[in-house]
């Protein structure tokens, strides 16, 4: 599977902004996916997942209450809705799909990756 990420841009601190992932191929609702992101100079860290109906979503503290993970299998994307941005939200945002049978936070247990897009908040 091919992943596009669109989405990224330049907010104002207390702004929204919404990411998304398409993805090619047939396949898409047999993945769970993901979205990470990596601060300049960071390693790149977890930020969310949702498993492959949907119904099943899972978000690291520091974003928990303030973004929203969901999917359109119809439509085979991904989305991050981004509200009451903070300025250590800038990064690199990438959305990752996994074929794995459980839910996993590890890079390493996502099988594919989109190409990144870039959030950055102002102060």
């Known amino acids: 599977v091919q992943l596009q990420a669109s989405g990224g841009g330049l907010v104002q601190a207390g702004g929204s902004l919404r990411l998304s992932c398409a993805a090619s191929?047939?396949?898409?609702?047999?993945?769970?996916m993901g979205w990470f992101r990596q601060a300049s100079g960071k390693e790149r860290e977890f930020v969310a997942r949702?498993?492959?109906?949907?119904?099943?979503?899972y978000y690291r503290d520091f974003v928990k209450g303030r973004f929203t993970i969901s999917r359109d299998n119809a439509k085979n994307t991904v989305y991050l809705q981004m509200n009451n941005l903070k300025p250590e939200d800038t990064a690199v945002y990438y959305c990752?799909?996994?074929?794995?049978?459980?839910?996993?936070?590890?890079?390493?247990?996502?099988?594919?990756w989109g190409q990144g897009t870039l959030v950055t908040v102002s102060s």
């Open positions: 191929g047939r396949t898409f609702s047999t993945y769970n």
């Open positions: 990752a799909a996994s074929l794995r049978s459980y839910y996993t936070d590890k890079d390493k247990e996502y099988d594919y």
């Open positions: 949702i498993s492959r109906s949907g119904g099943v979503t």
